[in-house]
């Protein structure tokens, strides 16, 4: 690498943190991690089969994924801005998406988000008598007993 090559990544370096502080944002910061999306991706093809998801398929998936929650996000924080709150939560994400039009995941999500509320409350009360805080693993085991 010659010395303009490395002036020039410093100029871009330079540029891209100018560029955060007007308001854009990298792909890596506007994006879910495509190694999830790829990971979901994968969960959906039959396991006897030797289908692979192209990388282009995975990247568009990632970006409509990822626009698809920063639109129902920013309508429900725009319901929570208008109420004067600072917390988002799961009723706020239902409204927001109920709000948009999108009425046939409404039942679903108000299911899931009953049971692992449920199972949220029962792994609390172990954890009282345990003297421990495993908010991480209640989830990850809740995903585990209800897949999607």
């Not at 020039?8 to 991690?33: H, I, K, N, T």
């Not at 626009?67 to 429900?76: D, G, L, N, R, V």
């Amino acid at each position: 690498m010659n010395t303009s090559d490395q002036y020039d990544m410093a100029d871009s370096y330079v540029q891209d943190e100018s560029e955060s502080e007007q308001g854009f944002l990298r792909e890596q910061d506007r994006f879910l991690p495509i190694a999830n999306i790829a990971k979901i991706m994968k969960k959906a093809i039959p396991v006897n089969t030797q289908g692979k998801i192209a990388k282009d398929a995975r990247e568009c998936v990632q970006e409509c994924v990822s626009e698809f929650i920063s639109f129902i996000t920013s309508e429900a924080s725009e319901r929570c801005s208008n109420e004067k709150r600072k917390t988002m939560n799961g009723e706020d994400i239902l409204w927001a998406m109920q709000n948009l039009g999108f009425d046939n995941y409404i039942d679903p999500l108000k299911m899931f988000l009953q049971k692992y509320r449920d199972a949220s409350k029962s792994d609390t009360t172990r954890e009282e008598s345990n003297g421990q805080n495993e908010e991480a693993t209640t989830y990850s085991k809740f995903l585990n007993e209800n897949p999607y």
